[in-house]
């Protein structure tokens, strides 16, 4: 009789893990309502009107939100996945680090049956992400090239400021707008150095341009946080009436800037299009939907002081 | 003894069952690197325009049609002709239709079309392109093909170089005031700034009448 028992117990134990180890290989298992909002910093307004926009989309639609602030590192980013995927949440509205970087945390989730809906940035990656809705920043850049073209009658010194260089769309945009200005020989860059998408980075980047180019006429930056830090270090070289600045986002403050007449143009790119279709497609995710585009282009829109009335920050009024 | 032997051949059986749900055999290649795609952006834009683009200019909407459409009803003229990528206010059109050169600058060429009672005037441009209009104007081409936008906006800059050099600049060398030509081309259209008086198209392919 005892051995019976040892032998039964024995068996059901055998089997619960048996059937744990199933469950696991087989069928996703129904989670929670709750979703994860991870973004790259949100020591910008304009990824910070993204999370927050994401954030709202989903609790409009009835889910529990969480904010995941990467800092900029592939490492916290990392820290924030594993936390989420023993969190219970049923979907993580991402806006990546890196474009090579991030690819490990996002098949992380995906082979833990969580899915991933990129924000603005990419991922190199295929079938890993469910859907990637990404803001066209290559068009939106020869845009700006073009008026960039106009602006300084073809001719000129200039510097670039880029963003962060593992980002895919310090690379669209750089690349876009050397598309278009490269084909005039009498523009000619001085100078191009990664300020990291970060305001107070651009005012030390373009300080230390202005010292070794003081003769330039004007400047790209690959995102509007480093086009203001650049402003305001022309300000303060007296330099802001002969050097024209061009950024890029659409932010809140840059579209005032260019209604003052300070920033020249902007590309507006429509954060609250990307994030609410984030977390529209994760609900019907969470609803059984399954066929998603996987990559969905967001176009961008030139601003200048000629059609800036119909902006406000960060879309169309 | 009976008994002995089914109780082992059941832990045999549970034991296998736990292995083989615990045990997965996977490529390392498959783990390790993300899907990288290994394509040649020119190589890829050269066959998609001698393959399938060409073959595809037979479906350009008449301009004069097309034209009167627009300012009747721009949302049906979007919906029935636009070719939009993802989410925006931009779409491509292609259109096609013959007329006569009205004046010949160096970067467009202005053309009176041939329609009836009414006089369309379209602009031609034969100066640099940067846009996207030809790797969309078809639809075939879609983001999500790509493993990367590099890959899919160098697509666009190389077929805007196969334009320039089969059909513009061939073009810009043989074209006169006075000639009469057929011509398809490309037209991109922001839906909240429609302008039916100036219709410009990136030409694609065009013939001279003389």
């Known amino acids: 009789m005892k051995k019976i028992t040892r032998f039964s117990f024995l068996l059901a134990l055998c089997s619960l893990f048996a059937f744990n180890a199933c469950n696991n290989g087989g069928k996703e298992k129904q989670k929670s309502k709750k979703m994860a909002i991870v973004v790259s910093t949100l020591n910008n307004p304009w990824f910070v009107f993204l999370a927050k926009t994401a954030a709202a989309k989903a609790k409009a639609l009835g889910y529990e939100t969480k904010i995941f602030d990467s800092q900029n590192n592939t490492a916290v980013e990392s820290d924030h996945f594993e936390n989420i995927l023993v969190g219970d949440y049923c979907a993580i509205l991402f806006n990546p680090t890196d474009a090579d970087g991030s690819v490990a945390n996002v098949k992380k989730a995906k082979d833990a049956g969580v899915p991933v809906f990129c924000m603005d940035r990419e991922i190199n990656a295929k079938g890993l992400a469910t859907s990637q809705i990404l803001s066209d920043g290559y068009s939106g850049s020869v845009e700006i090239a073009k008026y960039f073209v106009e602006q300084m009658n073809k001719k000129g010194a200039y510097v670039e400021l880029l963003g962060i260089t593992g980002d895919n769309n310090t690379r669209a945009r750089s690349t876009g707008f050397h598309s278009v200005v490269d084909n005039y020989p009498d523009l000619k860059t001085c100078a191009q150095q990664s300020a990291d998408f970060d305001r107070n980075k651009g005012m030390e980047v373009m300080e230390s341009m202005l010292q070794a180019h003081p003769d330039i006429t004007g400047v790209f930056c690959g995102n509007d946080a480093m086009a203001m830090g650049a402003y305001q270090a022309l300000v303060s070289a007296g330099k802001d009436k002969t050097v024209k600045v061009f950024g890029f986002d659409g932010a809140e403050d840059a579209i005032k800037s260019i209604k003052e007449n300070k920033l020249v143009a902007t590309g507006m790119q429509f954060p609250k299009i990307m994030a609410e279709k984030a977390a529209e497609f994760a609900d019907a995710y969470y609803k059984g939907k399954r066929d998603f585009e996987e990559k969905i282009p967001v176009g961008v829109e030139l601003v200048t002081v000629k059609n800036v009335d119909k902006y406000m920050g960060y879309g169309k009024k | ?210």
Request: glycine content about 6%; overall charge positive.
């Open chain 2, 1 to 210: 003894m009976n008994k002995k032997w089914v109780k082992y051949l059941v832990l045999i059986v549970v034991a296998g069952l736990l292995t083989y749900n615990s045990v997965y055999f996977k490529k390392l290649d498959t783990k390790k690197a993300p899907v990288q795609t290994n394509m040649e952006p020119a190589q890829f834009a050269k066959s998609f325009w001698k393959d399938k683009f060409t073959s595809y200019l037979d479906s350009a909407v008449d301009i004069n049609s097309f034209s009167k459409m627009l300012k009747d009803d721009p949302n049906a003229a979007f919906t029935k002709y636009a070719k939009t990528q993802g989410i925006g206010n931009t779409s491509c059109f292609l259109l096609k239709g013959e007329g006569q050169i009205m004046e010949v600058k160096d970067d467009h060429v202005m053309v009176k079309v041939n329609s009836g009672a009414t006089e369309t005037k379209v602009k031609l441009n034969t100066g640099l392109y940067f846009g996207n209009a030809v790797r969309d104007v078809t639809g075939l081409i879609k983001m999500g093909d790509f493993g990367n936008t590099i890959d899919y906006n160098s697509v666009s800059s190389e077929l805007n170089k196969i334009v320039q050099a089969e059909v513009i600049s061939p073009f810009k060398a043989k074209a006169k005031k006075g000639d009469t030509i057929s011509f398809t081309g490309c037209a991109e259209i922001n839906k909240d700034e429609v302008n039916t008086d100036n219709i410009e198209l990136l030409p694609v392919k065009i013939s001279l009448n003389k």
